[in-house]
């Protein structure tokens, strides 16, 4: 299958900074790029869905404002955590679907943040 | 709105089959996807199965749809210890805007 990559699989940052995770496509394009959280235990949570050269949508109760995406090309996507605080501390998953209404859709090894 | 569920466990003897259960309620639901996710991963696709199939058969994977009931099956011949993992059970619809629906897994663990 196609392989999607992130980029730091760990990071610990201290409370009130930000944290930037990358997500890339190696193998193919993806014009649709969707990031979820992972709270232990539990099933994966969609947070907004990325399409390169438009804005994200967002979930509902997902804030644009602390979550910053960005799609700037057809093999990466960015996610910024802002002001990041404990609660902030998930296990954070990009995906990557092949193509608009392609049925396959391939995820990153995900990104732990923890934040102290 | 949309969902799908998934027992929480499952326990196997090892060599025995393992079989995951699922059911959805979305009607429209077009893909059918079975995710594995080892500790500290991401998921990893294992198979899938398009609404208008019955059965596809992958090596030890065999998944089984029966649309009518919104069930839907995975069962892994022979399992082995690799196999202990996390089992997603996911959904979602043909078009381009279709969000992928997960279930909350099913843990599967393996006796000697």
């Known amino acids: 299958g196609a392989v999607v990559s992130q980029h730091p699989s760990r990071v610990i940052c201290k409370s009130g900074t930000s944290v930037k995770i990358e997500c890339r496509s190696l193998d193919f394009q993806a014009t649709t790029m969707f990031w979820y959280r992972q709270f232990p235990k539990q099933s994966l949570m969609l947070m907004a869905t990325?399409?390169?050269?438009?804005?994200?949508?967002?979930e509902q109760g997902v804030e644009k404002d602390k979550f910053l995406i960005n799609h700037a090309s057809l093999t990466l996507s960015t996610l910024t955590v802002t002001s990041a605080h404990p609660e902030d501390s998930s296990f954070y998953i990009c995906s990557a679907r092949l193509g608009g209404a392609s049925k396959e859709q391939f995820f990153g090894p995900g990104t732990r943040l923890t934040v102290l | 709105g949309e969902d799908v569920e998934q027992s929480l466990f499952l326990s196997v003897r090892e060599g025995d089959s393992s079989v995951i259960n699922c059911t959805y309620t979305d009607s429209s639901s077009t893909y059918l996807y079975w995710y594995k996710q080892e500790p500290g991963a991401g998921l990893q696709l294992l198979t899938y199965i398009f609404s208008n199939m019955d059965m596809k058969q992958d090596q030890r994977l065999t998944v089984l749809l029966n649309k009518k009931d919104k069930h839907l099956s995975l069962r892994i011949a022979d399992t082995q210890t690799g196999d202990s993992a996390i089992y997603f059970c996911a959904e979602r619809g043909y078009s381009s805007a279709s969000k992928i629906i997960f279930g909350s897994g099913t843990r599967l663990s393996i006796r000697p």
């Open positions: 990325s399409n390169e050269g438009s804005k994200a949508t967002y």
